[in-house]
């Protein structure tokens, strides 16, 4: 039967699941109130509250029922105290029991049996200062004693009236919230998956739910395999293009070693051909720099970006380095040193040096690249990110590249889960720095 009502509850649409929710939780509140209904009844005082009204109903009603008619209202007035007071009436009708201390009726009869006889009505009652547990009991002579006391029970019975009243609700709203949270888990999975989209191999999603979402999980994983394989064949069309022109540019140079070419020719020619080779460089490690499947590798960033600063400064370029000596964090260090290296060789040609500092910054690596020239734009630095944009001041210089280098640099950091922050200095210039995490579990 439970394997029939899950079969049925996964077979039901979006809208049916949420009224099969409602409906479950119309039908527990109902079975939750007629249970609590019904222990009302079996309410009972503590022992000694019992002992003490049963023992004073009864004396009460054997003094009462002895005295003279004319006295039974005084009688009554000395037989009260502060925790029990009666008030004798001539006969007369008298408001009845509560249906609800029917068992607290029959505990306190249980007690003193003779009460039996008196015709006992018990009811709650909420008059401050004259006691929370009334009732009444009929004399001989059908005249009535009225009597009000307090109990420790009557007020734990209120607290519990009360908690009957709110806790299905608590409880219900919590059931509810629950099925509806379980019932919306596959649309909670979706949006984590949309996230990721475009961003490596696909994962398709598990087709759960009701019919509504299972389509559209089936739409997301479908569309996850076009945009993988879309991205798949522009890489591989891109690098083939790459590849395919780099054949023709080296039978160039060949020629190029006739004696018969004039030298300016030569020259130019070669500069042209060097800046094309530079240029499907480029595009190629733009390509590249997704490589997901290279593995993590422990590496000192320090030592690396130390290495590059030097390597520069042997070349003649204004380029320091400062910091620590050694910081070693987990990534992929083919990538990590390409976007190192754009950014000092950025840093030397558009702004005449670099100051490269490593530091540690937290529960990661903080790498800087600093430099003295005239920045970038405020409303350029975006685009400044942007593959294949080149910016006007970069085309001024008649420098090589297609405008790949910076978006290299992000990209190489994003797969590391890290982030590259572009600014311009206040004293001038442009600050570039990369915060990675350590990842060295």
């Known amino acids: 039967m439970l394997r029939r009502c899950v079969a049925l509850f996964r077979r039901m649409g979006l809208p049916e699941r949420l009224l099969a929710v409602l409906v479950l939780v119309v039908l527990v509140e109902f079975a939750a109130n007629c249970f609590l209904f019904d222990r009302v009844n079996s309410f009972e005082l503590r022992r000694d509250d019992a002992d003490r009204i049963a023992e004073n109903l009864v004396l009460a009603h054997r003094t009462l029922e002895h005295a003279d008619a004319t006295e039974r209202g005084a009688v009554a007035q000395v037989l009260s105290t502060d925790r029990f007071r009666l008030v004798w009436t001539a006969p007369n009708d008298r408001r009845r029991g509560s249906l609800g201390l029917s068992n607290l009726r029959a505990q306190v009869v249980e007690i003193e049996p003779e009460l039996a006889h008196a015709d006992l009505e018990l009811h709650l009652e909420e008059l401050p200062g004259k006691g929370n547990i009334g009732g009444s009991f009929r004399l001989s002579d059908r005249s009535v004693v009225g009597f009000h006391t307090h109990a420790s029970a009557a007020w734990k019975l209120t607290v519990g009236r009360v908690a009957s009243l709110v806790l299905p609700t608590l409880l219900l709203i919590a059931l509810a919230w629950l099925l509806v949270r379980a019932t919306l888990r596959p649309l909670r999975d979706l949006i984590g998956a949309t996230r990721h989209l475009g961003s490596g191999p696909p994962s398709p999603v598990p087709e759960r739910g009701p019919d509504e979402l299972r389509e559209l999980i089936r739409a997301l994983n479908a569309m996850q395999a076009r945009i993988h394989q879309s991205l798949v064949d522009r890489t591989q069309t891109m690098l083939a293009i790459g590849h395919d022109l780099k054949t023709p540019l080296s039978r160039m140079r060949l020629r190029l070693d006739d004696e018969s070419v004039d030298p300016e020719v030569r020259e130019g020619l070669s500069h042209d051909i060097e800046e094309m080779r530079l240029l499907l460089d480029s595009i190629q490690a733009y390509v590249d720099s997704d490589g997901r499947t290279i593995p993590a590798e422990l590496i000192d960033i320090a030592v690396m970006a130390e290495t590059l600063v030097d390597t520069a400064a042997d070349h003649g370029a204004d380029a320091t380095y400062s910091g620590v000596s050694s910081l070693t964090l987990k990534v992929r260090p083919v990538p990590i040193r390409r976007a190192l290296s ?51 001041t970069a085309r001024a210089r008649d420098t090589a590249g297609m405008g790949l280098g910076l978006p290299i640099v992000r990209k190489a950091v994003r797969m590391e889960n890290g982030t590259l922050d572009l600014r311009n200095r206040p004293e001038g210039g442009l600050r570039a720095t990369i915060r990675l995490p350590l990842g060295t579990d």
Do not use: C, K, M, S
């Not at 040609?349 to 020239?373: F, K, L, M, P």
């Not at 005239?374 to 400044?384: N, Q």
């Open 342 to 392: 754009n950014l000092i060789e950025n840093a030397i040609h558009y702004g005449g040096n670099a100051r490269v500092t490593v530091r540690r910054d937290g529960g990661g690596a903080e790498i800087v690249v600093e430099d003295d020239g005239p920045g970038i734009p405020e409303d350029r630095i975006a685009d400044a990110l942007q593959p294949f944009v080149r910016l006007d």
